[in-house]
């Protein structure tokens, strides 16, 4: 009886390990479960990588394309607006003023107009002893030239003095005269025919007047200041009526659009 | 034969400037001997050459006539338009 009754025993237990077993298994598969459950909500199945319609690739070509279009188009515009200025220009003519002239400075030296070439000149004719209207310009003259040197970004402009009255302006006292309105100031004068010829080029008018009993006359002449460019050319004039800062402003506009038609870039 | 200073220029243009002022003051065209302004006239003719004064004498007619014409108008001369 002992031996069936352990029998027995022995088969419950074993029956009993089983059930255990059985739900081992399943609490194991519960976890792998809610591992699986877990893992979905932060990496999805990911797909293969398809290519979209912005690429780096087809920025860098739009960009370059687009660039060189654009460079294209402003290098036209240059053209054209380079075009226009030459066309004004042409259209207005040349005036035939300024030329080559031939002087005498304050110390003996001979100058000619293209000893000055790669220079902004400023010239005004006047004589020595003129009572009231050539002080007045040359000083006017000093004080445009004063203006012009304090702006950093203009070139230099040499302002000269022509003498209309060459018997009685020798260069020292061209000399000595011109340096009582500024030290930048060239005086110029000469023989008779050096003087004629250098204000016919300027269209210039002179004319002494009658001399009275201590010989002394007085010089009648145009009233003008010229604007002669780097290459030598009459650019601009100025009279009696204008001030220095309208002279001042007109030539840094001259300047500019010498600038502008002598440019030797592409931009 | 040099030219008139700095200096010089404004001496004769200062005893000019003063004639002037005299001239419009008494409402004279010119000096007359004994008047009032010929004191500044001996002055100014004193400052200046000569010629300088010719011509300041010439310009401050023109500059008078300059400024009745700019204020007063002008009148037409009828004989020069027929």
């Known amino acids: ?267 | 034969m040099s030219f008139p200073t700095r200096e010089e220029r404004s001496v004769c243009w200062g005893a000019r400037d003063k004639y002037w002022e005299c001239l419009d003051k008494n409402g004279e065209k010119e000096a007359v001997t004994g008047g009032p302004c010929a004191e500044f006239r001996k002055i100014y003719e004193k400052s200046c050459s000569a010629q300088w004064v010719k011509h300041f004498d010439r310009k401050r007619s023109y500059l008078q006539f300059k400024h009745k014409i700019e204020t007063e108008g002008y009148e037409i001369n009828k004989n020069s338009l027929r």
Request: net charge positive.
């Open chain 1, 1 to 267: 009886m002992s031996g069936v009754s352990s029998n027995f025993l022995r088969i419950i237990s074993k029956k009993f390990q089983t059930s255990r077993v059985s739900t081992n298994l399943l609490e194991r598969r519960n976890i792998t479960l809610l591992n699986y459950t877990r893992n979905c909500s932060t990496k999805p199945p990911q797909p293969k990588p398809q290519k979209g319609f912005v690429t780096w690739k087809s920025v860098a070509t739009t960009g370059i394309l687009g660039g060189g279009f654009l460079a294209f188009m402003l290098y036209l515009k240059k053209e054209k607006e380079f075009a226009q200025v030459q066309e004004r220009q042409r259209m207005l003519g040349k005036a035939a003023i300024g030329g080559y002239f031939e002087l005498v400075d304050s110390s003996g030296k001979t100058r000619t107009s293209q000893d000055f070439h790669g220079n902004w000149l400023l010239i005004y004719f006047g004589f020595t002893h003129c009572p009231d209207i050539c002080p007045d310009e040359l000083e006017k003259m000093a004080a445009v030239v004063d203006n012009l040197d304090k702006s950093e970004d203009t070139p230099k402009v040499q302002p000269i003095f022509i003498s209309v009255d060459p018997n009685r302006d020798t260069p020292e006292i061209v000399g000595k005269y011109c340096s009582e309105f500024s030290p930048r100031l060239l005086g110029l004068t000469g023989t008779e025919q050096q003087v004629a010829k250098a204000c016919k080029a300027y269209r210039v008018y002179f004319s002494a007047g009658p001399k009275d009993k201590d010989s002394d006359y007085i010089v009648d002449h145009t009233i003008i200041m010229y604007l002669v460019d780097p290459d030598g050319e009459f650019v601009d004039y100025y009279g009696q009526t204008r001030n220095s800062e309208e002279i001042a402003d007109s030539i840094k506009i001259n300047m500019l659009k010498y600038g502008q038609l002598h440019k030797k870039s592409w931009f």
